[in-house]
């Protein structure tokens, strides 16, 4: 229920399942989360029939261990000799596909030696954490993924509002005049400002404070 509910969060997609249609395996939401062992052993043979070679197809079985949390995906990736980089990868995505410690996934996407791919699911799933600004402008500027998903930008310019109302402008004006890019994020940018003004007048009207002065 954990990862169905999580699955809804993210759109009805997991980065796994991507992973899983990445390899071949169709309609990935019909074998995992497995529900029994029987239904564990068909996700491992699907992932083994799969079309990745060996080293990814371990990487895969590595993610399911990790639901465990008792450390043996550890002992999986000393004796399968998965690089450090792939293991770390596939950490930086259970760790977004379950919600569980956003922040250490942010952490490991800042190594340089990780691939970029999937950075719109991934700027979306740190989104969904509590106080998400900093994180995505941390993970944006370390990883240095391509943006150039509507919603990415988006996403990236509310979150630099966050901490600096001034960045947000800056980055807007990045983009050409005659972009709609331009315009569409100057006003996002507008309307959050109008929402905070209009929270904190809400907030001072209601605080006790003022009641009671």
Not at 19 to 33: A, H, N, W
Not at 118 to 130: Q, V
Not at 136 to 160: G, M, N, Q, S
Not at 197 to 205: D, E, I, N
């Amino acid at each position: 229920q954990q990862i169905e509910r999580r699955r809804a969060d993210l759109g009805d997609v997991l980065i796994f399942d991507i992973l899983l249609s990445s390899g071949g395996i169709r309609e990935p939401d019909t074998v995992f989360p497995p529900s029994d062992v029987e239904s564990l052993v068909r996700l491992l043979d699907a992932i083994e029939s799969s079309h990745y070679d060996a080293l990814k197809k371990d990487c895969l079985v590595y993610f399911l261990l990790k639901w465990h949390q008792d450390g043996r995906e550890d002992r999986f990736q000393v004796e399968r000799c998965i690089p450090p980089q792939f293991g770390s990868l596939a950490d930086a995505y259970w760790h977004l596909d379950t919600g569980i410690n956003i922040p250490r996934a942010v952490s490991i996407l800042a190594d340089a030696r990780l691939n970029r791919d999937y950075a719109s699911r991934i700027i979306y799933a740190i989104s969904l954490a509590p106080d998400s600004a900093p994180l995505i402008v941390r993970y944006i500027r370390t990883a240095k993924p391509l943006l150039t998903e509507p919603d990415d930008l988006d996403i990236y310019t509310l979150a630099l509002a966050e901490s600096s109302l001034r960045e947000a402008w800056l980055f807007q004006r990045t983009f050409n005049e005659t972009d709609p890019t331009r315009s569409r994020l100057l006003k996002k940018t507008l309307e959050w400002c109008l929402s905070r003004k209009f929270a904190f007048s809400l907030f001072r009207v209601l605080s006790p404070n003022e009641c009671c002065s």
